[in-house]
């Protein structure tokens, strides 16, 4: 059992955790640190030049050759801005682009256009329809807990339970989750993964400010605050999630008042009391009455490590809860494979035509990769499908690939080797197929490329749990091919390649 879901297929991460783009906080350092440790990290880049953006996706991808993304606020965010940050974005051809308060159904059809992976998100079951409307790849659902900008006014599993029924899409959850057991009971809700953003503020490559970390260490459950106190810089009735402070005591004056105080500065730039601005490294001021966000679940963060090692407990935390619950339930693992010490004991057999360990590793992972960038084009292709039929088909697709990628990623984790975070070149050359039948077509050589491979591999698995797993997966893709034939003679479109 691991934590292993489909949207890390989607994402090309290892574990379900993904670093909020906090603005200002989420920098090169701290998303490189996540992302390298398995989890996926958002640049927060709201308002940034996109000079800057430019920079620090260089930045991350020095550190790591992981995929990661940038997070933007359309509605934060004046239209000619936009325009060069979405620019910024494209040209860098960024995995991911995460969008927030409010719906930009033009910002999410030019980055679809542009083959990247757009993530809307929502705070309630009705934005979480339009999104799904507008093309979005996947969700997350925001509780009320959250910290920092808080879009709805639902608890989060009430709101999760809400979103799950009414979209089709993979479902992130946030909202004041900080630990693994946050992690535990979002997955167990039905979520894909859980966003957080306080737990990886209060690490050491994050870039607030010593100030803003110490006092989420300070914090005392329950102690946040939910104001529109601070609003300068965002569209109106904007709330926001804090520790309190001087302002939300009320001893700094009506926060809606013309006139402007300075209480800060970053370089050049000047930052007013009651703005949106939280404590950052490259800041001077007065912090105690900058914005100091943080969720719900402040109160229980006690240190301030590193990123990675924080992901790597909350997982482990997380995992353990699972484990203790299915086994409470007399459950089984879904997807069964055989052990290490199972494959040692069979490696003499290697004389008889069986596959040795190394050779399982070295196929499974060119498997694995090749799943891979077939869950992420099927993903692409339902997102660009008009007509229902293909979309059911792409979702379809996209669906068995994501198991298998799943499966597969199992095997190699039981055989104590190390699972590749590749995509297949098959991705970038499909995605460079305009016509979609086209494309589907293309997509069925792919699975015509796997089958040939199982047929080959099959049957030099001893093990019998991992050769009945490989031959589902084989029989799955001889399903697959045959629905997208019948798709494509019903279309007109081009003919797929025949398999033998």
Not at 64 to 92: D, H, M, S, Y
Request: aromatic share 6%; charged share 20%; hydrophobic share 50%.
């Amino acid at each position: 059992m691991d934590l292993h879901t489909p949207v890390c297929d989607l994402l090309c991460c290892e574990q379900p955790i993904v670093l909020a783009g906090m603005g200002g906080v989420a920098r090169a350092e701290l998303v490189a640190a996540v992302t390298q440790a398995g989890g996926f990290g958002f640049l927060g880049m709201v308002r940034e030049a996109p000079e800057l953006i430019a920079s620090e996706i260089e930045a991350v991808r020095a550190r790591t050759a992981r995929p990661f993304g940038v997070n933007l606020i359309p509605a934060a965010t004046k239209p000619a801005l936009l325009e060069a940050e979405l620019a910024a974005c494209i040209a860098a051809q960024v995995h991911a682009v995460a969008l927030f308060w409010d719906l930009s159904p033009p910002s999410v059809a030019r980055l679809r256009e542009a083959g990247i992976l757009v993530i809307c998100q929502v705070g309630s079951a009705a934005e979480a329809r339009a999104a799904e409307r507008a093309g979005a790849d996947i969700l997350i659902c925001q509780g009320w807990e959250a910290g920092g900008h808080v879009r709805g006014e639902m608890a989060l599993l009430p709101l999760l339970r809400d979103v799950l029924t009414q979209v089709s899409l993979p479902v992130l959850a946030a909202g004041g989750l900080v630990d693994g057991t946050g992690l535990a009971a979002v997955l167990t809700a039905g979520a894909q993964g859980a966003v957080l953003g306080t737990a990886f503020l209060a690490t050491q490559e994050s870039f607030a400010h010593d100030y803003h970390k110490v006092r989420i260490l300070q914090a005392t459950s329950g102690e946040t605050v939910h104001t529109e106190d601070f609003h300068i810089n965002w569209p109106a009735r904007a709330a926001v999630r804090v520790l309190p402070n001087s302002v939300t005591r009320g001893e700094r004056g009506d926060p809606h008042v013309v006139e402007r105080q300075i209480i800060g500065a970053e370089g050049a730039r000047n930052i007013f009391l009651f703005s949106t601005d939280s404590p950052l490294r490259s800041m001077t001021g007065d912090f105690e009455a900058m914005a100091l966000y943080a969720g719900q679940g402040a109160g229980a963060i006690q240190s301030i490590p590193p990123a990675g090692e924080r992901l790597r407990e909350i997982a482990a935390q997380a995992l353990g809860l699972l484990r203790s619950d299915r086994a409470s339930a007399g459950a089984s693992p879904t997807i069964e494979v055989a052990s290490a010490a199972c494959y040692a004991r069979e490696a003499d057999d290697t004389y008889m035509g069986f596959a040795s360990r190394e050779e399982l590793i070295e196929e499974l992972n060119a498997l694995l990769e090749a799943e891979r960038a077939g869950a992420r084009v099927g993903a692409r292709l339902a997102a660009q499908a008009r007509d229902a039929e293909l979309k059911t088909l792409a979702r379809f697709i996209h669906e068995d690939e994501a198991r298998w990628c799943k499966a597969l990623f199992a095997a190699l984790k039981e055989l104590g080797a190390e699972p590749s975070t590749k995509v297949g070149d098959f991705y970038g050359k499909a995605m460079e197929i305009s016509d979609l039948d086209a494309r589907l077509a293309f997509v069925n050589r792919g699975q015509g490329w796997v089958v040939r491979k199982l047929k080959v591999l099959v049957p030099r698995v001893r093990d019998d749990r991992l050769h009945g797993m490989l031959r589902a997966m084989f029989e799955a893709h001889l399903v697959n091919i045959d629905r997208a034939n019948a798709a494509l003679d019903a279309r007109a479109g081009p003919a797929a390649v025949p398999l033998v």
